[in-house]
């Protein structure tokens, strides 16, 4: 029986490695250029150790579209899914998601923001649309914080009133900007709904995994704590924790993760909510074994979601009534949502008939 | 020797006084019940007596020292409490849940060592949890629940628990249950308890020693047999009881007088 919680975690991650890796090898097959299999495992191979890739026609679609976007679309939902994972355990609330403190609006407005106003340059190479998201994210939950703060405590239910306050203002702003957004309207609605098709290259990559790594780490550390947390900050602190410094860590390290992901990928909805929830069904719910389970499972999910949304359309343009809707992709925050909404809905009607 | 000691403690949220210059002291083996009204200060005396509040005006001693300044993992190895209720929202299994009761002994990542695991199987035992052990907690019932509440508090392995009405909402198989339970304890480990509790009887029957607490302040304190006297409960109830004396089969009992009409 020693150790079993790290024989525990070990396994699952094992289990879960060995599906996400299956899962990106079928993802750079995936799109409207046929690339076979051999010649993919090919040029991995090449690459990997170094050899010459000319006369290799693919290599482009492979390593500058498809592989960075497979890898935002996996580091995406695991981001999404761990801050899920950390709000729902703060929030001692299994239905709590990761935009549930601001994030989401806070991205938004800076998006918005800089798409009207047309901004051309960005930070590092990183889009100007990019950067104006995580500054508008951490400056609307740093707000949020600030209002919430009650003599150096944060109680839970005053943060997500101020969530709710501070969230409504910013999107009654952000409807306005659209209302006045003129031909950029479509652009500003596309971000909104989530998308990974514009930022999928390996700049924006490097730009998210920092913030995803440590933010997970100290998630992770923090893990064993969040399930203490969970008796409730009283019994938590009567056991030996520091409720309130521990909340303070759980709130920042949570929200750079969502701010980054969100920063590049627009609203997708529903992973965060539910890839912790479906994970807490199979692993139970001791968090060390949920975080980085929902990690895994929530970048595949949203990887295959991804597919789909870079699939769909021209899969049903190939029956030629339809050619027009060729060169489109279905935003994958529809996609999510539309799978999410009813496997969800079915797994909580199937869990109460027991 | 005193392991709690309050002196001259005051206690007030906002301009309402919940508690006035409380002095108690809780000795090592008491077996303590404190009885009053509802709002009569009981649940906030536990919170102090576990460091959890910080009394406005006097001193609480633990071991001799300010409770405040002894570290939180230290005292929570030494003072274990059991509060009314918990939330489960989550699904844990039952031994999951016993063996957070090991959280102040564990280090990085709170890996359960052989003798956590050991002392979790021996609390699940005597708190007749074993059954529990692999199901979620969130599906038990309440009887179920409150015992696994107090195996959590034992598996904190502590010399001295206080309990905030653990019995509340339960029926009285389940209330002589729980308080069989701590009575062993105290009898057979020498841990120190001390509990809120609401049902008369039952503190007499079990409790060594009482408390009455009215309006913030206590009323009297002393075995069950001086001071469950009708002009003391019919006082601190503010209703007509009678009380009836010890027989060779039980022990005294009060029963209400308003009742019958």
């Given amino acids: 029986m020693k150790n079993s919680i790290t024989k525990r975690i070990i396994k699952i991650s094992f289990i879960l490695g060995i599906v996400l890796?299956?899962?990106?090898?079928?993802?750079?097959?995936?799109?409207?250029?046929?690339?076979?299999?051999?010649?993919?495992?090919?040029?991995?191979?090449?690459?990997?150790?170094?050899?010459?890739?000319?006369?290799?026609?693919?290599?482009?679609?492979?390593?500058?579209?498809?592989?960075?976007?497979?890898?935002l679309a996996v580091l995406v939902g695991a981001s999404l899914s761990?801050?899920?994972?950390?709000?729902q355990g703060l929030l001692r609330n299994p239905l709590a998601d990761p935009y549930i403190i601001g994030a989401s609006a806070g991205a938004a407005l800076g998006a918005t923001l800089a798409m009207i106003l047309g901004f051309k340059e960005g930070f590092l190479g990183i889009a100007p649309v990019t950067v104006m998201a995580f500054a508008g994210s951490i400056i609307t939950i740093f707000v949020i914080y600030r209002l919430a703060v009650v003599e150096s405590k944060i109680p839970v239910e005053t943060f997500l009133l101020a969530g709710v306050v501070v969230g409504s203002f910013i999107w009654a702003v952000i409807s306005f900007i659209v209302s006045i957004a003129g031909e950029k309207l479509s652009i500003i609605v596309l971000w909104l709904?989530?998308?990974?098709?514009?930022?999928?290259?390996?700049?924006?990559?490097?730009?998210?995994?920092?913030?995803?790594?440590?933010?997970?780490i100290i998630l992770f550390i923090y893990s064993h704590k969040l399930n203490i947390l969970t008796l409730g900050e009283e019994q938590a602190a009567h056991l030996g924790i520091n409720v309130e410094r521990m909340k303070l860590v759980i709130i920042i390290a949570a929200?750079?993760?969502?701010?980054?992901?969100?920063?590049?990928?627009?609203?997708?909805?529903?992973?965060?909510?539910?890839?912790?929830?479906?994970?807490?069904?199979?692993?139970?719910?001791?968090?060390?074994?949920?975080?980085?389970?929902?990690?895994?499972a929530g970048g595949i999910f949203l990887l295959l979601a991804d597919n789909l949304s870079r699939s769909l359309l021209p899969w049903v343009s190939s029956f030629s009534s339809f050619s027009s809707l060729g060169e489109q992709e279905i935003p994958v925050g529809v996609i999510t949502a539309i799978i999410g909404a009813p496997f969800f809905f079915y797994l909580l009607y199937k869990r109460r008939k027991k | 020797?005193?392991?709690?000691?309050?002196?001259?403690?005051?206690?007030?949220?906002?301009?309402?006084?919940?508690?006035?210059?409380?002095?108690?002291?809780?000795?090592?083996?008491?077996?303590?019940?404190?009885?009053?009204?509802?709002?009569?200060?009981?649940?906030?005396?536990?919170?102090?007596?576990?460091?959890?509040?910080?009394?406005?005006?006097?001193?609480?001693?633990?071991?001799?020292?300010?409770?405040?300044?002894?570290?939180?993992?230290?005292?929570?190895?030494?003072?274990?409490?059991?509060?009314?209720?918990?939330?489960?929202?989550f699904p844990f299994t039952g031994k999951e849940f016993v063996m957070m009761g090991r959280f102040p002994y564990t280090g990085i990542l709170g890996i359960?060592?052989?003798?956590?695991?050991?002392?979790?199987?021996?609390?699940?035992?005597?708190?007749?949890?074993?059954?529990?052990?692999?199901?979620?907690?969130n599906m038990v019932s309440g009887g179920e629940r409150q015992r696994l509440i107090i195996a959590q508090a034992l598996a904190q392995d502590s010399g001295t628990i206080l309990l905030d009405e653990p019995t509340a909402h339960l029926d009285i198989k389940h209330q002589?249950?729980?308080?069989?339970?701590?009575?062993?304890m105290n009898r057979e480990k020498n841990i120190t308890a001390a509990s809120a509790l609401h049902d008369l009887n039952l503190s007499a029957a079990y409790c060594e020693k009482l408390l009455f607490l009215k309006d913030g302040k206590i009323f009297a304190e002393g075995t069950p047999a001086g001071v469950f006297k009708k002009e003391i409960i019919e006082e601190v109830f503010e209703t007509p009881v009678e009380v009836l004396p010890a027989s060779e089969e039980r022990i005294q009992a009060v029963v209400l007088l308003s009742a019958k009409e």
Avoid: C
């Fill in chain 2, 176 to 184: 002589v249950q729980i308080l069989d339970i701590l009575r062993k």
């Fill in chain 1, 82 to 87: 761990v801050a899920g994972v950390a709000f």
């Fill in chain 2, 112 to 137: 359960e060592s052989a003798e956590d695991e050991k002392i979790v199987e021996k609390v699940m035992k005597l708190s007749d949890t074993a059954g529990l052990s692999s199901r979620l907690v």
């Fill in chain 1, 193 to 216: 709904m989530g998308s990974l098709a514009d930022r999928s290259d390996w700049i924006h990559l490097a730009a998210v995994f920092p913030f995803f790594l440590l933010g997970s």
């Fill in chain 2, 1 to 89: 020797m005193a392991i709690l000691e309050l002196k001259d403690v005051s206690f007030s949220y906002g301009d309402l006084k919940v508690l006035e210059k409380i002095n108690l002291s809780l000795n090592e083996g008491d077996f303590l019940g404190i009885l009053g009204p509802n709002g009569a200060g009981k649940s906030t005396l536990m919170k102090i007596m576990s460091g959890a509040l910080k009394p406005r005006e006097g001193l609480v001693l633990f071991e001799g020292k300010e409770i405040s300044s002894v570290n939180r993992r230290e005292l929570a190895r030494k003072i274990a409490f059991v509060p009314q209720q918990m939330p489960f929202d």
């Fill in chain 1, 255 to 296: 929200s750079l993760v969502t701010s980054a992901a969100v920063s590049v990928s627009g609203l997708i909805g529903f992973v965060g909510l539910m890839i912790p929830h479906i994970v807490r069904m199979i692993t139970g719910a001791d968090h060390r074994t949920l975080l980085p389970a929902s990690a895994l």
């Fill in chain 1, 21 to 71: 890796i299956i899962s990106l090898l079928f993802s750079f097959a995936v799109g409207s250029v046929h690339i076979s299999w051999h010649e993919i495992l090919i040029l991995i191979k090449n690459k990997l150790t170094g050899k010459p890739l000319e006369g290799m026609p693919d290599e482009t679609i492979i390593f500058q579209i498809r592989i960075p976007r497979a890898l």
